[in-house]
């Protein structure tokens, strides 16, 4: 099966060299336009980081990077996934929580994704995506 494949690969130990091989792979995969590739690789990067925590500490900006871009996908199943996967680094001390992503996540949460279009309230797609994570800037 392939979702063990993939989990046995991520629990694997990985060196220095083939991490920075793995993640060059996986930003090409985030752009993919199918959406289970994505899935797949943010489930991925979960256990490959968690079972290779101290080799992979280098590439934290890069992955910090991935997952928050993750967290704004159009596809909710993705931004859940991003939003277990990036809370597990903040709980394993993988990325440190900075007062930028709280200021950032406050002002998120605070988005109002219903507009008035004639006069009624209407969901706002792009604003539900934007309340969900946000555009990280």
């Known amino acids: 099966n392939l979702t063990i494949s993939r989990n046995h690969l991520g629990m694997a130990y990985l060196h220095v060299h083939f991490l ?35 080799n992979a500490r280098p590439y934290a900006q890069r992955l910090h990077a991935l997952v928050l871009k993750c967290l704004f996908d159009e596809r909710l199943e993705i931004r859940i996934v991003a939003s277990i996967t990036l809370s597990g680094f903040y709980q394993c001390d993988y990325i440190q929580v900075t007062p ?14 219903f507009t008035k279009i004639n006069g009624k309230k209407v969901t706002s797609a792009r604003d539900v995506v934007k309340r969900h994570g946000g555009q990280y800037v």
């Open 20 to 54: 920075e091989a793995l993640i060059q792979q996986l930003e090409q995969v985030f752009t993919s336009p199918k959406w289970n590739a994505r899935r797949a690789a943010i489930q991925f990067v979960q256990s490959m980081i968690f079972w290779n925590l101290f």
């Open 100 to 113: 930028e992503d709280l200021n950032h996540f406050r002002a998120m949460s605070k988005t109002n994704y």
